[in-house]
C-alpha cells in the first residue's frame, strides 16, 4: 500500500465532522475498535492530518520494527506503550494539535474498567476518555469497512458529547461504556469485520 493507492483505496464519509474537531486546536481523541482494516484507517486519515496511535511493542522486535516502519511510511507515528518517553509524546499529540488514535475494544494490560460489552461485563482501556478528560479533547469515532468490491469506506461520527458530572472517576467509567456503546452497535451491524478470536471476557468482575 502507498499514499496514491490509498485515494483509490478508501473512501470517507462524515471527514468533515475530523475537520470541525481539529478546528478546535487541543488534538483530537479518535477512538475504534479492531473492526475491518484499522491500520489502513490511520494511514488515509493521516494523508490529511498528522495522526499518532497508541500501541503494545509487538515481540520479535524486528516484527515491532517493520511494523512501526511501515505505519511510518503512511505518515502514522507509533508511540509504544510503557515504552521510555511514550507519556512525553502523547503531550505532545494534543499540544500541537494532532490525532491520537487508540483501539478500546479488547482487554489488554492497562487501566481500565468493566463495562458492558454485548451484555456482559468486559475489561476496557479507559484512555480514551481519561485523554478527553485531561486535555479537553474532541473525541471522535471512526472505524473502517471492506466493502464488496473489495475497497474501504471510513465512517467517522463526532465530536462526540461526553458525560461531565464532576466525577472524574464516575465520568471517566461512564465516557468509556458509551464510546463502548458505539463499537458494539458497529459490531453487530458489521458482525463478520470483527476480531472475533481475541477473548474480549478473559477476565471478570
Known amino acids: 500500500m502507498d499514499k496514491q493507492r490509498l485515494g483509490v483505496q478508501v473512501s470517507f464519509q462524515g471527514f468533515d465532522n475530523l ?25 488515509a486519515v493521516a494523508q490529511t492530518y498528522p495522526v499518532s496511535v497508541v500501541a503494545a511493542p509487538i515481540e520479535p522486535s524486528p516484527l515491532n520494527d517493520m511494523i512501526v516502519g511501515l505505519r511510518a511510511s503512511l505518515g502514522v507515528r507509533t508511540i509504544l506503550r510503557g515504552q521510555p518517553g511514550a507519556a512525553k509524546e502523547l503531550i505532545r499529540v494534543f499540544r500541537a494539535n494532532l490525532i491520537l488514535g487508540i483501539l478500546i475494544d479488547q482487554d489488554t494490560d492497562v487501566e481500565g474498567a468493566f463495562v458492558d460489552f454485548m451484555g456482559r461485563p468486559a475489561w476496557t482501556p479507559t484512555a480514551a476518555a481519561q485523554m478527553a478528560a485531561r486535555f479537553e479533547a474532541p473525541v471522535m469515532y471512526g472505524y473502517d469497512l471492506r466493502l464488496a468490491d473489495g475497497r474501504h469506506r471510513v465512517t467517522m461520527e463526532g465530536p462526540l458529547e461526553l458525560v461531565t458530572s464532576g466525577s472524574e472517576k464516575q465520568d471517566i467509567i461512564a465516557n468509556t461504556a458509551m464510546l463502548t456503546r458505539l463499537i458494539v452497535a458497529t459490531i453487530l451491524r458489521n458482525p463478520e469485520q470483527w476480531v472475533w478470536m481475541h477473548r474480549r471476557w478473559r477476565r471478570r468482575p
Open 19 to 43: 475537520t470541525q474537531a481539529m478546528k478546535q486546536g487541543k488534538g483530537v481523541v479518535y477512538f475504534t475498535g479492531h473492526i475491518g482494516n484499522w491500520e489502513l484507517m490511520a494511514g
